[in-house]
């Protein structure tokens, strides 16, 4: 029994030890990091490479390098298969008209280099882009692992949840596509990040605000859809304080915020000014003759109150890419300029119902959380063309079973919870950092599905993807927050004395981690 009882406390005493030093931020948050790029790239690669299909999008995103799709034999243009392999485009293919500018180019351009380096024929791959965006997981992963505080099970079970929404179908699919939807779903992961560590040490915020500012302008570059996203993303800013050297006052500590609001601001008003011309008409056309007039009872009374003739209702349900699409119409030049969302919030206002009912719609299209319509597997996979992967699908699943409808009022029941606990938890910093984030999520959420509803009108699974990513998002920080942010916390100089020199902590610094 003394022997047993000698070697349990050995035992119970080597995994305290474990425990305090992978608990330190310097191990833990690498180690997260390094795991959850691997486990990212061993969940896109592992039996063949997934990606998502081209649904017509992909040429505008692609032109942008200068590159066109090489078909496989046996490959489709759309729909069906991903094209990885893209090719030099002829001169004549790729014009200022037909590309569609922002931060989207980003990730392919900084993939052309390592395609070449790993062999991969053509201009550029895009397996080589999923590498990367697997290496920026990894990057966030770590980043947002060292914020975390409390015992290390409860912090490892945290890092789990959130690769459980990252590495999602609806949301890794992405990596390996030509869409811009991929810049705005790494930029809302890394400015997620980066917010978390707006409630540590002074160079802790500082280093957090320059991740959550970088990935800012990448989400609202990414495409026109992800602008309105700045609102919550600014307000965010507009709360927090960076207390860095003589800024450190109570005003002068909103100085590096509000410049980094200004820089996002900037970033959004460029992707305002320079989207392409053609998608500004085309987007309202769809929420007129798709979102109000798709399941109206009398289209060609909406059509009339719209200002267009009556006979217009014969488009309705008809999307502007169809061989009977309303801008064909001879009578088109003379009623384009009421095709403006001016004209469509008048009407939406008049009729509450109409809007109510485009909403509800949206609420499935939120559930249903990825296209149907869109394969995942290149050709060579030997798979039916359109086969979806379902490696690991536990959040889609969620939402499915769920609903759209539920699961966004769990948000924002989460977002009000987290608005009470924001204002009683004045002195804990750390958690109001994880709480203003969630909240900010919300906003998100929000703003997208109103978007993607009355903003466009088609493809609204596709277009929600930033708030069904936002909301699983923000499910993982309301656990951080009440897992992983302890009242029992040391002092911020304390903590920043640590992160200067944390080769010096002693044994009972290290235990001191893994404790709540």
């Given at each position: 029994m003394r022997i047993s009882g000698v070697w349990g406390c050995r035992a119970a005493g080597t995994s305290a030890r474990l425990a305090g030093s992978f608990g330190r931020w310097w191990v833990f948050g690498p180690l997260v990091g390094l795991a959850a790029a691997v486990a990212m790239a061993v969940r896109i690669f592992h039996n063949g490479p997934i990606g998502m299909a081209d649904n017509g999008d992909g040429p505008s995103r692609m032109c942008a390098l200068d590159t066109s799709v090489h078909l496989d034999k046996g490959s489709a243009w759309w729909f069906h298969y991903a094209n990885f392999r893209y090719d030099q485009a002829s001169p004549e293919a790729c014009t200022s008209a037909n590309t569609y500018p922002g931060s989207g180019k980003w990730m392919p351009m900084l993939a052309r280099p390592l395609s070449h380096l790993l062999g991969y024929p053509g201009a550029i791959d895009l397996r080589a882009q999923a590498l990367l965006w697997c290496a920026l997981v990894g990057v966030a992963f770590g980043v947002f692992a060292i914020a975390l505080r409390g015992r290390l099970l409860l912090r490892l079970l945290v890092c789990a949840a959130l690769f459980l929404v990252v590495g999602d179908s609806v949301v890794a699919g992405y990596a390996a596509s030509p869409f811009s939807e991929l810049a705005g779903l790494t930029g809302l992961l890394l400015a997620t990040a980066g917010a978390v560590h707006l409630g540590g040490s002074p160079r802790a915020r500082l280093g957090g605000l320059l991740l959550f500012t970088v990935g800012s302008v990448t989400l609202v570059g990414s495409k026109m859809q992800a602008l309105t996203m700045a609102v919550p993303l600014l307000a965010l800013l507009l709360f927090s304080e960076v207390p860095v050297g003589r800024l450190a006052g109570r005003f002068s500590a909103r100085v590096l915020p509000l410049a980094a609001a200004v820089v996002i601001g900037a970033a959004g008003t460029h992707t305002l000014l320079f989207q392409m011309e053609a998608f500004k008409?085309?987007?309202?056309?769809?929420?007129?003759?798709?979102?109000?007039?798709?399941?109206?009872?009398?289209?060609?009374?909406?059509?009339?109150?719209?200002?267009?003739?009556?006979?217009?209702?014969?488009?309705a349900g008809l999307n502007w890419w169809g061989e009977k699409a309303p801008q064909k119409d001879p009578r088109w030049p003379e009623v384009r300029d009421r095709i403006t969302y001016t004209n469509i919030g008048t009407y939406l206002a008049k009729h509450p119902g109409?809007?109510?009912?485009?909403?509800?719609?949206?609420?499935?299209?939120?559930?249903?959380?990825?296209?149907?319509?869109?394969?995942?597997?290149?050709?060579?996979a030997g798979k039916p063309a359109g086969t979806q992967e379902h490696r690991l699908a536990l959040y889609t699943g969620f939402l499915r079973t769920l609903g759209g409808g539920w699961v966004l009022g769990l948000q924002f029941t989460l977002v009000v919870a987290g608005a009470w606990w924001l204002r009683r938890s004045p002195d804990h910093p750390r958690r109001r950092a994880f709480l203003a984030m969630m909240i900010c999520l919300g906003g998100a959420t929000l703003t997208q599905f109103v978007t993607a509803m009355y903003g466009e009108a088609i493809e609204n699974t596709k277009h929600l993807i930033f708030g069904i990513f936002a909301t699983g998002l923000a499910f993982v920080l309301a656990a951080a927050a009440v897992l992983c942010t302890p009242a029992a916390v040391r002092s911020t100089a304390e903590e920043e004395a640590e992160e200067d020199a944390p080769a010096t902590s002693g044994r009972a610094a290290l235990a001191g981690l893994a404790k709540p």
């Open positions: 008409e085309i987007n309202r056309t769809e929420v007129i003759f798709v979102g109000i007039m798709g399941k109206s009872p009398d289209p060609a009374k909406d059509a009339v109150e719209l200002g267009l003739p009556a006979d217009f209702g014969q488009y109409v809007a109510l009912r485009i909403a509800d719609g949206g609420l499935d299209d939120f559930a249903a959380s990825r296209p149907d319509n869109l394969g995942s597997y290149p050709v060579s």
